[in-house]
């Protein structure tokens, strides 16, 4: 019995954080609410402090002396800050994960959720395989709730392509963010397998309208992906009658070659490459570097 009121209880208090965060009386992120709904008595108890913490943060700023705040233009303008040493000191935020100190590494994810988990997709994806449990749970949960968040937005995009099938605008609109979700490995085992056959659909419908180089390079690197290498030639043959002088097509034949084992023809497209003189940036000339003999 003691059981079910507490179940009661807490959900109450989940249900009260989650009205606070909506109306924006409870200072933290949305996601801030699985933290509170996962975690019994804790959880809530987390977002508070969390809350609190902000609030009184933000107390502090206001009450510093304006005065205090102002410096002379020219004075200001004086100041030089040593760029390289800045970035040297830097630790990258994924690096973060390695400090042996679970306080920082748990305010490290917090920040995280407060902040925009969609612009630290990789963060969270590193973040869901630390030794830190409830580092992990966070990560997971966020990753789950942006998961969700794509699959309503996928499906908003069907439902628009279904009413007005010939809008280009709509479809390259889908086509960008179907593929936004691929690259940054956002799927994964059969659901991976199903939007890439999807995306394959797409990106050709799009080709056939109205296609640029990248999405002709997102059309073959999707069929590499899916292995399919009969589809990736056919694509590669068309984009190479239309940017045949072009860095994009080449290296996207050298990994089709290096996909199916072709050393030989590697090194003639090597030779193709030098002999029409084709410009290529730092980043491709590195790839090639591995590749020459």
């Given at each position: 019995m003691w059981y079910i009121i507490l179940a009661v209880v807490h959900l109450l208090v989940c249900l009260?954080?989650?009205?606070?965060?909506?109306?924006?009386?409870?200072?933290?992120?949305?996601?801030?609410?699985?933290?509170?709904?996962?975690?019994?008595?804790?959880?809530?108890?987390?977002?508070?402090?969390?809350?609190?913490?902000?609030?009184?943060?933000?107390?502090?700023?206001?009450?510093?002396?304006?005065?205090?705040?102002?410096?002379?233009?020219?004075?200001?303008?004086?100041?030089?800050?040593?760029?390289?040493?800045?970035?040297?000191?830097?630790?990258p935020i994924e690096e973060a994960l390695l400090i042996n100190n679970a306080g920082e590494r748990r305010t490290i994810i917090m920040?995280?959720?407060?902040?925009?988990?969609?612009?630290?997709?990789?963060?969270?994806?590193?973040?869901?395989?630390?030794?830190?449990?409830?580092?992990?749970?966070?990560?997971?949960?966020?990753?789950?709730?942006?998961?969700?968040?794509?699959?309503?937005?996928?499906?908003?995009?069907?439902?628009?392509?279904?009413?007005e099938p010939e809008n280009a605008d709509i479809l390259g609109k889908y086509c960008a963010f179907l593929w936004n979700c691929l690259d940054q490995n956002l799927m994964q085992g059969q659901v991976e397998v199903m939007n890439r056959e999807l995306f394959a659909s797409l990106i050709r419908r799009k080709v056939n309208i109205v296609g640029n180089i990248a999405d002709y390079s997102r059309?073959?690197?999707?069929?590499?992906?899916?292995?399919?290498?009969?589809?990736?030639?056919?694509?590669?043959?068309?984009m190479g009658t239309r940017y045949a002088d072009r860095e994009e097509y080449y290296m996207l034949r050298l990994q089709y070659l290096a996909s199916l084992g072709r050393g030989e023809e590697i090194q003639e497209l090597l030779q193709e490459i030098d002999n029409r003189h084709i410009y290529l940036s730092s980043k491709s000339k590195e790839v090639l570097a591995f590749w020459e003999v």
């Amino acid at each position: 019995m003691w059981y079910i009121i507490l179940a009661v209880v807490h959900l109450l208090v989940c249900l009260c954080i989650y009205l606070g965060i909506r109306s924006e009386k409870l200072k933290v992120h949305k996601y801030m609410i699985f933290v509170a709904l996962f975690l019994f008595f804790w959880g809530p108890l987390i977002v508070l402090i969390l809350h609190f913490q902000i609030l009184h943060e933000a107390d502090d700023a206001i009450e510093i002396d304006v005065e205090k705040m102002k410096m002379d233009s020219e004075l200001y303008k004086s100041v030089t800050v040593d760029t390289k040493k800045v970035a040297a000191e830097t630790v990258p935020i994924e690096e973060a994960l390695l400090i042996n100190n679970a306080g920082e590494r748990r305010t490290i994810i917090m920040d995280v959720l407060n902040d925009n988990p969609k612009e630290y997709i990789q963060f969270l994806q590193k973040a869901g395989n630390n030794d830190d449990t409830e580092v992990v749970h966070y990560a997971v949960t966020a990753m789950v709730e942006i998961s969700k968040e794509n699959d309503y937005k996928l499906q908003d995009f069907e439902r628009q392509l279904a009413a007005e099938p010939e809008n280009a605008d709509i479809l390259g609109k889908y086509c960008a963010f179907l593929w936004n979700c691929l690259d940054q490995n956002l799927m994964q085992g059969q659901v991976e397998v199903m939007n890439r056959e999807l995306f394959a659909s797409l990106i050709r419908r799009k080709v056939n309208i109205v296609g640029n180089i990248a999405d002709y390079s997102r059309m073959i690197e999707n069929d590499l992906k899916r292995k399919n290498y009969t589809q990736a030639a056919e694509g590669l043959r068309e984009m190479g009658t239309r940017y045949a002088d072009r860095e994009e097509y080449y290296m996207l034949r050298l990994q089709y070659l290096a996909s199916l084992g072709r050393g030989e023809e590697i090194q003639e497209l090597l030779q193709e490459i030098d002999n029409r003189h084709i410009y290529l940036s730092s980043k491709s000339k590195e790839v090639l570097a591995f590749w020459e003999v």
